[in-house]
């Protein structure tokens, strides 16, 4: 089985900062790219950033300049630090992992639990 565990969500005021962590567990040969999507009430889940096993990141042009996606020494674990956010950032923020279990499986896609992010004054 394969775990990712999310932390740091919670409420802060608009223009302030959250960093977010998850990291992954359990039986796993290697992963792929990292990333973290949210979804609002009501919307799609939506890409927020991603970043691959090389280091290359994208994020969405919502968040661009804002908000820095980043993996730990180990690779098992991914970062998103969340500075001047908005009210609009309201939304449960989860994380994704693509995961190759063995050497000779492919790559799967696993999420987190999730962790609320509230922005509000």
């Known amino acids: 089985q394969v775990q990712l565990v999310e932390s740091g969500g919670g409420l802060v005021q608009p223009g302030g900062s959250l960093r977010l962590s998850c990291r992954a567990s359990?039986?796993?040969?290697?992963?792929?790219?990292m990333g973290w999507y949210r979804q609002a009430p009501g919307k799609q889940r939506e890409l927020v950033a991603d970043?691959?096993?090389?280091?290359?990141?994208s994020y969405a042009d919502s968040v661009k300049g804002r908000f820095t996606i980043s993996r730990g020494d180990a690779k098992s674990t991914v970062y998103l630090q969340m500075n001047s956010l908005k009210p609009e950032d309201t939304a449960a923020y989860y994380c994704?992992?693509?995961?190759?279990?063995?050497?000779?499986?492919?790559?799967?896609?696993?999420w987190g639990q999730g962790t609320q992010v509230t922005v509000s004054s």
């Open positions: 994704n992992a693509n995961v190759r279990r063995t050497y000779s499986s492919g790559s799967y896609p696993y």
């Open positions: 359990g039986s796993i040969f290697s992963i792929n790219a």
């Open positions: 970043i691959t096993s090389g280091g290359s990141t």
